[in-house]
């Protein structure tokens, strides 16, 4: 009987070797996004051993046009992305042991996270988190395949573990602005399949002939422009990341309890310590105050007002409707009392 990944077997480069060492590596997607979604699938489909998915945020209906694992039962269901696409794949490929966790990525769990996989493929949504990424993955010794899109521009630099490689942090003067997200200025779909096919291509070859190109390309589907940058040359003896070592991001100062998401009118809050409310108690929550509520294993959302509260299992709250901290908690202390 022909094998599901003869096909990928056939392609030289990559061939039987290069499909044993995939079934035996384990891959930390950081993100289950448009990006996040897009390289799982490809990943779980080419017969990758073990993929870990983390992601904080819920399936929203502007998601559907290009976060290609979703459904709009999913949207229904306010489903974790993390969980929606474990289920998902799942369905995919058997084989496949897969990974799923609703959290924050911070300092104080990104090591315990990523420690033990062989790598770290980037599908997050903003600088700070990247950066972040950046530093843990050069402590512990793991490459990290950057990847970023909005509009029709994309961008991918993979970074590995060598002395006189570059990482993010070097880059930091060469790579755009973050003024623009995907919700100020939109994102197309066939760029986020790009790049997720370029940084899974970088991943395979990395893992068929273990060594990396530190080479930032970047790409504008729309205007039809393609830039390549061979970035070893970049690197900045002074760096606080792979020149000095000390990984700012990862001893940043103190982090606060409210934080506005980027590019969203939503605030992330943490539910108080002394409070003990169980998504049980929240859910009976909502039913008590009238409000429209979804409620799964993971979470309980009411929409209340001109707001949409989520209350995640790890204490986590969403307040989608506003931008401003201070109105969130009070949105939210008006609901719990």
Known sequence: MIHRYDRQQRFEPFGKIGQEKLRNVRIFILGAGALGSASSDLLV???????TIVDRDVIEWTNLHRQTLYTEEDVIQQMPKAIAAKQHLEKVNRDVTIDAHVVDITKHNIETLIEGHDAVLDATDNLETRLLANDCCHKLGIPFFMGACVGSYGLTFPIG???????????????????ATCDTVGVI???VTTVAARQTAQLLKWLREGTLTPKLQSTNLWTDEHASIRATALRKENCPCCGTKNYPYLHAGRETDGAVLCGRETVQLFMPKQRTLELEQLQTLGE??????VANPF?????WDEYRVVFFKDRRIFVHGTNDIVKARAVVANMIG
């Open 299 to 303: 979470l309980v959302s009411i929409e």
């Open 45 to 51: 489909r080419a017969g990758v051993g073990h993929v």
């Open 161 to 179: 573990v060598q002395e006189d490689e570059p990482c993010l942090h070097c880059l930091l003067e060469t790579l755009p602005p973050e003024s």
């Open 288 to 293: 008590r105050l009238k409000a429209p509520t």
């Open 189 to 191: 779909s066939p760029i």
